[in-house]
Structure formats: C-alpha cells, structure tokens
C-alpha cells in the first residue's frame, strides 16, 4: 500500500508526455540552476537547411513572456547537435531581450548550416548549461510550459513565420518538490511504526 502511495505521488510529479509528433528533445531540470537538454531517437518532420547561426528554437519553454537576458548559460558540456551534422562542442542558448516565451539554441553544428531531413533522425548528443539565478531563467523554465513545437531556424517568436517546426520538445524531469519528500519519508516512517507493531 506504501509503494503504491509513493508511486503514485512521484506519477503525478512527472509531467506528461507531449501528445502530438515526435519528441525530438528531452529537457531536463532536475539540477537547481541547471539545464540539460539531450536528443532522442524522434524523427525530423521537415526537410530543411539553414542557418546554425539563427539554430533551433524551443517555443513556449518559459512560462510567461521572459525578458531574457540575451546570449546566456554557461556550457558545462555539450555535444548536441543535428544528427545531419557534425557537433561544434560548445552550443549557446539566446533568449529574446525584447521578450518570448521560447528558447534558441544555436552553435550547435561545426558549419555554418545545419540540416534535418524527414523521417531521419533529428538530433544526436546532450548539451548542459549553467543558468544564472540571478536573472530568473530557471524559475522561469519551471513556470514554463512541459512541451511544444521546435522550429528551425528561428531565434525568437518574431521569426516563427518564415520558420518550419521539425517536431516537439518536452521536459523529462523537474525537481521533487521538498514538501513530497517530506511526505513520502513521514509515510515511510508510519509504515515502519505498524509492522513493529
């Protein structure tokens, strides 16, 4: 009874799965101040070459409007890259100063373009970043929503029209709330107490 309690405390903590395409990246924000973001095996669903300069953008992964703080994140390790291409090894993240509620990433390839091609695979490796908690990027990722489109190539929401979406992102994991720990130990410890008895 205890088990199943906790796992089903933990369920609801783990957000859904997004509903519709491939989820071609998976986000993680486990880490306090920390952002992971690693490929899948989801499959492109566009064909489509462009700038590694403007790269990838991440729509809606901040909960409100988050007046960013423009290039920011420092790289802890990154390989992640377009599987078409070869990896730069120091992807950057880019949030729009004049406000949006998506994320680029972008200096990811070792060229000057990056490709994706339908029904191949979209992205391969991981990248982490250190987020500043001064300018409330993580906070922000927290609010923010647990799925949604990825577009190439575009920087910001201004740039979605001329951009193609090549298929999903979804957060894989957030931070355990302490209060859930707290009742998972409290009903551990109940547990304990009536076998004892």
Known sequence: MLKR???????????????SGATLLSVDLAVQDQ?????????????????????????????????????????????????????SGFPLLFADTAGGAGLNVWNYADGADSSFVTGELAFAGSATWSLDPANGAYQALLDGARSGDIYFAAFSD?????????????????????????????????GVLRRKR
């Not at 790289?75 to 070869?86: E, F, K, M, R």
């Not at 193609?164 to 931070?175: D, Y």
């Not at 302490?178 to 409290?186: F, I």
């Open 158 to 190: 201004a740039g979605l029209g001329d951009a193609v979406v090549i298929g999903q992102w979804a957060v894989a994991a957030v931070p355990v709330p302490g209060a859930l720990w707290l009742l998972a130990s409290a009903l551990a410890g109940i």
């Open 35 to 87: 952002m992971t973001i690693t490929a899948t095996d989801g499959l492109s669903a566009a064909t489509i070459t462009d700038s590694d300069q403007v790269g990838i953008y991440l729509a809606g992964i901040f909960g409100n409007s988050f007046i960013g703080p423009g290039v920011f994140g420092i790289s802890v390790s990154g390989d992640l890259v377009s599987a078409q291409d070869n990896p």
């Open 5 to 19: 309690l906790i796992l089903l405390m933990v369920i609801a903590v783990v957000p859904a799965a997004v509903a």
